[in-house]
């Protein structure tokens, strides 16, 4: 009898627990008419009392999961602006974990008030990324895409182009999550703004992508073609100073083909102004020289995009695509040199002229395959990419002295000719092993190969020598061969993910003249950990770690230097080496309808980092290069608000500060120091009725210290006006960036003998106006969701 009442107790407490286990169900919502993927649409599950009991967001593919623990009945719903609520009723007997594919009727009513598609969250925290949507924000339709990484939260751009992440240049920067020819040389000012839909911010990324960059990785996805048939847009630019840019795009999609095509032509002129007071003590005397240099830069580039997805059948997909960038840059500048010593009168003055001719042409071929199963999530690609282009500098260079008498001094001209070619083929796979957890693997391999030839002359009489011995020649060649997995699932509601990767690197760096040859092989291995922990549908906090590594970039090895200012010059270090960065970041994610909280705390342990090294060689010459010191640590809080009062009005903060200490010794300068640093950005934007917005935003970026330099607090302020009107299809843009010429670079740098004082305004205010239209947009169309097709 006891035996039969401990076996009824034991079948009862399992009976229970089966009863509340947990479970977790999965499918993928779709349009009715079309079958695209529907993105961003409300699940529920409520139970017979109507009570929440688990709420999710479809993502890019349509796809959700959903866990929750299992009830006599449940009640499901899935719901979309735009569309029809739809309801389905589950029960014990036909509780199913695949729902399949769920179909959403558009809502004809709705419709008819709704012409966009339905508002997306405009933060949102995966499990090793934020997403930032670039939305319908006024300053991020108009411009390039550095003028949108510059609204991103976290980002920054220097006026060279160079991006940063939380106030580090040691970023990834990628397209549709591949490298791009946007990303190289700086040319990310090609890329139109109105041709982005979305920024990833990856400060802690997955073994998935790369090692590079320490700061992480910045994911930029272009928009895809989201009508059926033929369509496109035109978007005209005019600008003072000038800035004319004509930017055509033309798309065709059915149901087995999407193609895709875009064309750019502009025409940009930029106008820089860099002063500069330089004191030095040379033997008890101090000589002071003070520096003006006018830039007038005028730039030509045309741009050309094309390509297609071939839906071969429901399973297998082909990309093909083609890019064409090519430019002609035509720059003049001006430097003054005026010399005294100190006390006493101006003892002479030197005018240096200079213009130069650029041409750069940059070619891209990209190749996807994608194969999908009948298992939701399973997924296999091969991903092919080739780039190769070439370029032609060439400076002419006059100097003259001006006071106490006129004198001519021979012409300087230098020749710059670099040409490269990079293959990469990757391939990955993702497997479902149940509704909750997945393994992922794959491989990749990129070759590189450059080469550079520089030579400087001097004019004698009627003919031209080598000046200096300035006439080399560089070849740099690198091969990286990774390859990772990682595995994501569930242990209750924690969802984690482990991953490794590991990179051999092989690098070959020699010169004509056979003055270094320096040959690398180092194979390390990159582990990766993501946490997150759902507290409710609107709150998620979550965790990470990562190794990356930063290789030093070909400018930075790059051996040469041009001779515009003859008394200061950068030159790059060839025996540079890698440094490597272990990463912890904790944040938490908090919505609460009109306000959404985003702060996040992080730590970086940084070896070998490299830094600029500033110094007067025999010459007197002034040579700023890149070194390597010991090390780096990074530790900071970073908040991100977003906060929307009312329909039309809506405010978003960021604040960055971190604190670092430096370790380090080279050539007789102690790199130790500590340092603070605060960052932040504040924007507005206003909707009025007849579609008209305003936008202001102001950044801020701190003052920043290291043991040679100090740069002064940067002020920045961006306005934006729009209008909308012909049903929706055409708009009017006017912004303004660096709004009053507040954007100034000031820098001290100090040594044992001399004091460096810079003031650089590389870039003076730009006022835009911007025309887009939008063609064969028919009525409503644009509330439809596109298939994002392999370019994600």
Known sequence: MKRLFFFIIILFSCAIGKAQQSITIHGTVQEQSFKDPLMYATVRI????????????????????????????????????????LVKTLSKSNMAVNLGIINLQPDATLLKEVAINGEQPSISLKLDKKIFQVGKDVLSQTGSSLDVLNGVPSVSVSPSGSVSLRGNSNVLVLIDGRRSGFTQGNALDQLPADQIERVEV??????????????????????????????GQLSLVAGIPNETKITPSLNYKSSKINLFSTFGLRYSDYNG????????????????????????????????????????????????????????????????????????????????????WEKRNYNQLEFNYTKTFNQPNRKYTVDMQYDFWNSDKDW???????????????????????????????????????????????????????????????????????????????????????AYVQFSSKWNKIAYQLGLRTELTKIGLEDRAGTFNNDKSYTRFFPTLNLTYPFSENASLQASYSKRINRPSLFSLYPFNELTDFNAQYVGNPNLNPSYADIIELGFLKNWGKLTFNPSLYYQNNKNIVQDYTYRNSDELFITTPINIDGETRGGIELSMLYNPYQFLQFSMEVNAYHFKQKGFYANQDFNYNGKIL??????????????????????????????????????????????????????IFDVTNFFNLKKFETTTRGNTYLLSQVNSPNAARYRLTFVYKLNLKENQGVRQAKTGNRN
């Open 396 to 482: 002419n260079l006059f100097t003259r002295k001006l006071a106490p008498t006129t004198t001519a001094f021979p012409g300087v001209r230098t020749s710059s000719i670099g040409a490269s070619k990079d293959f990469m083929l990757q391939t990955d796979y993702v497997h479902p092993l149940d509704s909750v957890s997945n393994v992922e693997f794959g491989i990749k391999a990129e070759k590189r190969s450059v080469t550079s030839d520089f030579k400087a002359e001097r004019q004698n009489s009627n003919d031209w020598e080598i000046l200096d011995g300035i006439n080399n020649q560089l070849i740099y060649n690198e091969l990286i061969g990774s």
């Open 202 to 231: 990856i400060t802690n990324p997955s073994s998935r992508y790369d090692a590079a960059g320490s700061a992480g990785i910045i994911n930029i996805i272009l928009k895809k073609n989201k009508k059926s048939g033929l369509n």
């Open 46 to 85: 409520k139970n017979a009392k109507a009570k929440l009991l688990a709420a999710t967001i479809t993502d890019e593919k349509g796809a959700f999961k959903l866990e929750f623990i299992l009830t006599d009945s449940a009640t499901l719903e899935f719901s979309l602006v735009g569309y029809q609520t």
């Open 273 to 356: 102004l860099y002063i500069s007071d330089q004191s030095t003590n040379d033997a008890g005397t101090i000589n002071l020289l003070h520096k003006r240099q006018d830039e007038d830069r005028h730039d030509d580039a045309k741009m050309l995009y094309v390509g297609g997805d071939f839906l071969l059948n429901n399973h297998n997909t082909i990309t093909a695509a083609f890019l064409n960038k090519t430019t002609n840059d035509h720059d003049k500048t001006s430097l003054q040199y005026d010399y005294r010593k100190k006390g006493q009168a101006l003892d002479s003055t030197l005018l240096r002229t200079g213009e130069s």
């Open 679 to 732: 960052t932040s950005r504040i924007s507005a934007q206003l909707k009025l009725p007849k579609k008209l917005s305003f936008q202001g935003r102001y950044n801020f970026t701190g003052a920043q210290n290291n043991a040679q330099s100090r740069t002064a607090s940067i002020h920045n302020i961006d306005f934006g006006a729009a209008k909308t009107f012909l049903k929706d299809k055409a708009s009017l």
